[in-house]
């Protein structure tokens, strides 16, 4: 798994009866970083330019894949198949497509790994968002039958699964989760994030600021809804004039512009929830995660290694529980979450 925050690729070992037996990380180069960036704009000589990019990504994941089975002493003909979600460079189902650059063959070849990728144009081309994918997971690992329990994925964009104890699994993406904390971040202090949140924790919520921001028509979008750094990224925050402002202020509006997203959707969407697992890197942002708390004080904030699974590996995992279901030939999609007009079977097999 590569997500929209661009910080590199997670790769989990995996299986229905062990669970997760061994987890690597591997950051992407800086240049390859760029480049995908990029490719999220439209840009002279894109064609070739996303092919070179989609190689570059399978050898990024060919790199964990291979190491993280040395570590756990497997062999490649042990694994029944890897999901390799690739790298989402557009997201515009409204237009019926949805770019996640990888070239699979080449994961194959160079792995001698079954490879399951292309795991969202399906349900796009069913009519459906293609996203979030995870929730029909999420139920599987975290559901309970007496607690109504919301699962919150803060990636580059943010996904909420909605597990009511009775009723059908329900799902969305609520919209920027790290991307713009981080881009800001990057822009004014170098790193790539805001480790804890601890800059943001520094800075006063402009009110006037956050207000302009609550009113992008996305946030008072119904579910099925779907979103991606098309809207979300430098040029949808130079839409407001920052200059003027303190940036550690900038980023704690942005924080809290986060959080009220978040809250404000699940309070409109599961009212009575018991309980909200958090999950992905934002899990770790701990001024994010106060605020969250501070809005929703109705309901326990958790973080997901508390209920099993540390927060790095759900989407992952996710991810590996979708191949292993297009192994089984059984759908991946849940069509009250996405929309789709019926559940489908996600995925393309590129055989080792
Ligand atoms: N210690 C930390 N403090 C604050 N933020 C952190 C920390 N560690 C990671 N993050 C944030 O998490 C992000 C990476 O999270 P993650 O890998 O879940 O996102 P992603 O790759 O976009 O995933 P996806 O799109 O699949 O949900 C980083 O870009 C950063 O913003
Ligand atoms: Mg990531």
Not at 163 to 175: C, K
């Amino acid at each position: 798994m590569s997500g929209t925050s661009l910080d590199g690729v997670d790769a989990v070992l995996w299986s229905p009866n062990s669970g997760v037996t061994a987890h690597r990380f591997e950051a992407f180069d800086p240049a390859l970083q760029s480049q995908l960036l990029r490719l999220n704009q439209s840009g002279p000589d894109e064609l070739h330019q996303a092919a070179l990019a989609a190689n570059a990504v399978a050898r990024a994941y060919a790199q964990v894949l291979r190491t993280l089975l040395e570590e756990a002493g497997a062999r490649p003909q042990d694994v029944s198949a890897a999901g390799a979600h690739g790298q989402t460079v557009r997201h515009r189902p409204e237009l019926g497509f949805t770019v996640q650059l990888l070239n699979a063959a080449l994961l194959a070849e160079l792995t001698g790994v079954d490879i399951v990728a292309d795991l969202r144009s399906r349900d796009v081309a069913a009519g459906g968002q293609g996203a979030p994918l995870v929730p029909a997971f999420h139920r599987a690992v975290f559901g309970r039958p007496d607690a109504d329990i919301a699962v919150l994925n803060i990636g580059g964009m943010a996904n909420l699964s909605l597990l009511p104890a009775q009723g059908p699994t329900g799902g969305f993406d609520t919209g920027p989760g790290n991307v713009l904390l981080d881009t800001w971040h990057r822009h004014h202090q170098g790193p790539a994030f805001d480790a804890g949140g601890c800059w943001a924790a520094t800075g006063r919520v402009l009110p006037d600021l956050l207000a302009r921001w609550q009113s992008e028509p996305f946030f008072s979008l119904p579910p099925p809804r779907s979103t991606g750094r098309d809207l979300f990224d430098w040029t949808w925050l130079q839409q407001q004039v920052l200059r003027s402002f303190s940036p550690a202020d900038v980023q704690a509006t942005l924080a809290e512009l986060t959080a009220w997203s978040i809250a404000d959707a699940l309070n409109r969407a599961q009212p009575a929830t018991n309980e909200l697992i958090v999950c992905g890197g934002g899990a770790f942002n701990l001024d994010l995660l106060h605020r969250l708390q501070r809005h929703l004080p109705q309901l326990q904030v958790v973080t997901s290694d508390r209920r099993g699974l540390p927060p790095m590996q759900v989407e992952a995992t996710a991810f590996a529980w979708l191949a292993a279901r297009f192994t089984a030939r059984e759908p991946g999609n849940l069509v009250c979450v996405t929309g789709a007009q019926g559940p489908r079977i996600l995925g393309a097999l590129y055989p080792a």
